[in-house]
């Protein structure tokens, strides 16, 4: 209830400030949503941080199963921060956050100190897939509001798939910057584990897992491995293509049914980046990622080489 009462009056404020220049109009509502998810993290059991198309919906699918298999609750409400915890306490509250709302709120763009005491998952994946998937996303599906309030290329924009995700506000090196970003916070976040998609792609059951325990919620290896199964890729594309999730958001709808890049489970490929790009194009975002992104998390051929692991709190 509280939720819907700040979206509601959200929409009130901006709406009564329709007069005002839309620069400043997107700038307030981004301070409004960055407050009310400030006051989620304050409240919350844990943090699941992502940048977009990481694999988030997939995992919340899986998380949520497994939590109403193991308290007995009906599937097709998607947990959404403390819903499941109003039905049942021993379910976490959990904020599903992109830590880009609430950073604008802070006024604090340089450090990540707001974590500072919470168990915090950080989902990461490659930075070229998570920018192709990015480009489907901001062509088809995105509404135009969403895409002014979160300085994508205007709706519309005639970009090849290479431009957007070399576009320095959009694609890759933005994506760099944030993952570097929580790189430099390791040594002060003490309670933070980074799992990676594609680790989630080989062995899902082994990553919910390692996540759920260290959570605080650990289960069984069948409720565990239900819940893998129930959010598998294709039970998730049945489920996109029937709305059989009661949800107020697109998570899991599909825009436009006749169109497969319109679906929000679309592929899943890991290393999918090098079908939408010539070999000089593959050439160009490879060196953005070698010569950018730290090696902790795995994604650069050094770190490759040289086998490195994440783990809670620092990379080994």
């Known amino acids: 209830m509280r939720e819907v009462q700040a979206v509601v009056t959200r929409h009130l404020i901006i709406g009564a400030l329709f007069f005002m220049p839309s620069g400043w109009r997107y700038k307030l509502e981004r301070q409004l949503r960055g407050k009310e998810e400030y006051r989620k993290l304050c409240a919350a059991d844990w943090v699941l941080m992502s940048w977009a198309k990481s694999g988030r919906t997939w995992f919340r699918v899986m998380l949520s199963r497994f939590y109403q298999i193991r308290h007995d609750l009906p599937r097709r409400h998607l947990l959404e921060f403390d819903n499941l915890y109003h039905k049942n306490p021993a379910i976490p509250r959990v ?69 957007f995700v070399t576009n320095p506000r959009s694609g890759i090196p933005k994506i760099i910057e944030v993952y570097n970003d929580w790189a430099g ?48 890729m294709e039970n998730m594309k049945k489920r996109e293509e029937k709305c059989n999730f009661r949800d107020r958001s697109m998570r899991v709808k599909s825009g436009d049914s006749s169109n497969p890049d319109s679906f929000k489970t679309r ?50």
Do not use: C
């Not at 990461?124 to 895409?147: E, G, L, N, T």
């Not at 980074?194 to 289960?219: C, S």
């Not at 953005?288 to 994440?310: H, I, M, N, Q, R």
């Open 95 to 163: 904020l599903f956050s992109h830590n880009n709302y609430v950073r604008d709120y802070l006024e604090d763009g340089d450090t990540l100190n707001h974590f500072r005491g919470k168990k915090v998952v950080m989902l990461v994946r490659d930075p070229r897939d998570v920018a192709v998937s990015q480009f489907f996303q901001w062509k088809y599906r995105m509404r135009p509001h969403k895409i002014r309030l979160n300085r994508y290329p205007k709706p519309g924009d005639e970009l090849s798939t290479f431009d």
């Open 185 to 232: 916070a390791l040594p002060y976040l003490r309670d933070l584990l980074i799992v990676r998609y594609e680790d989630m792609r080989k062995d899902p059951a082994a990553v919910m897992r390692q996540v759920l325990e260290f959570v605080g919620t650990p289960g069984s290896d069948v409720e565990i491995s239900q819940a893998v199964e129930y959010a598998s």
């Open 267 to 316: 592929r899943g490929k890991v290393g999918g980046y090098h079908d939408y790009f010539d070999d000089e194009q593959v050439a160009v975002v490879d060196k953005l990622v070698e010569e950018g992104l730290d090696p902790v998390f795995g994604y650069t051929a050094a770190a490759k080489a040289d086998s490195v692991s994440v783990v809670s709190g620092s990379a080994t």
